[in-house]
């Protein structure tokens, strides 16, 4: 038995995603502020790609902080319309305001993950979705917001793709698992390099 594998997330979807993949691993969410970290970043590396990329490695570190041994997989994403960056909205009446910023729009999901053994960046990557919002009636927003309620606050963008959530685009592009948070097909690749297989 290798060393042990940690998703530094407490993402059911994440989890679902490597745990479907037959990864042995388990789950402990880092104990890191987002907020005050992304405050700190200097002005340059606040574009969404970075402070993705920075928040995964965060997470990572924090756990692997206190895991010796282990490889620890940090994630997460931004969403980002032109360059402004959303963060999760907080009540479903936030939600509301920015499902209605993202109505007829094009935003980009930016889904960063890496790999952490004893407080020493292995790996990581960024991938990107461009997401086509289409231009949806209040009527349909009301009922979205109706069926789905507080759900759609455990994303960026106030949808879950694989549930109703897809009926708000009109086209996306990139791939399925970016846009669940965890960029997956290039995880693995990482973790076999990395000889850890824990299939
Ligand atoms: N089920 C589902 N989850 C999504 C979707 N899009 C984004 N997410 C989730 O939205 C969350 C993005 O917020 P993050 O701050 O990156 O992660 P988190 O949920 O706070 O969890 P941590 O990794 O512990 O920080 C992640 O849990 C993603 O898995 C989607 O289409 N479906």
Not at 139 to 162: A, H
Not at 179 to 191: E, K, N, S, V
Request: aromatic letters at 6%.
């Amino acid at each position: 038995m290798g060393s042990p594998l940690i998703l530094a997330s407490g993402s059911t979807a994440r989890q679902m995603l490597l745990k479907n993949a037959g990864l042995d691993f388990v789950a402990i969410p880092a104990t890191v502020d987002e907020r005050a970290i992304e405050d700190n970043l200097p002005l340059a590396g606040r574009d969404p790609v970075s402070v993705a990329r920075h928040l995964a490695l965060a997470k990572a570190t924090n756990v692997s902080e206190r895991s010796p041994g282990a490889f620890v997989i940090g994630c997460d994403q931004t969403m980002s319309l032109g360059n402004r960056i959303f963060h999760k909205a907080a009540s479903l009446d936030e939600a509301r305001q920015t499902l209605i910023s993202l109505r007829g729009k094009a935003h980009f999901l930016n889904s960063a993950v890496c790999l952490v053994r004893d407080g020493e960046l292995l790996w990581s990557d960024v991938t990107k979705a461009c997401m086509q919002v289409r231009d949806f009636s209040d009527e349909f927003l009301d009922g979205y917001i109706e069926r789905n309620g507080k759900s759609i606050l455990s994303s960026v963008g106030c949808y879950q793709l694989e549930g109703e959530g897809v009926q708000l685009f009109d086209a996306i592009a990139g791939d399925y698992f970016t846009i669940l948070g965890l960029p997956l097909l290039p995880l693995l690749a990482a973790l076999r390099e990395h000889e850890i297989n824990h299939a």
